[in-house]
């Protein structure tokens, strides 16, 4: 699947948090989650780990 073209998502220079992959993408991409509908979104292609980018910002600032 190529996210770039596909859905518009950017490849970031920085790993995943849940594989330490080098697969981290940003962006907006088409799902069935409500939670994650019309939302910026982190998606890693190597282990499917998929966050909302606020959600993700909220737990940063918790930790």
Not at 14 to 41: D, F, Q, R, W
Request: charged content about 25%.
């Amino acid at each position: 699947m190529n996210i770039d073209n596909e859905f518009g998502m950017k490849l970031l220079l920085a790993k995943c948090p849940h594989c330490e992959g080098e697969s981290l993408y940003c962006g907006m991409i088409p799902t069935a989650i409500k939670t994650l509908t019309n939302k910026e979104v982190l998606f890693c292609q190597d282990c499917k780990f998929v966050v909302a980018v606020d959600e993700y910002k909220e737990m940063l600032l918790q930790a």
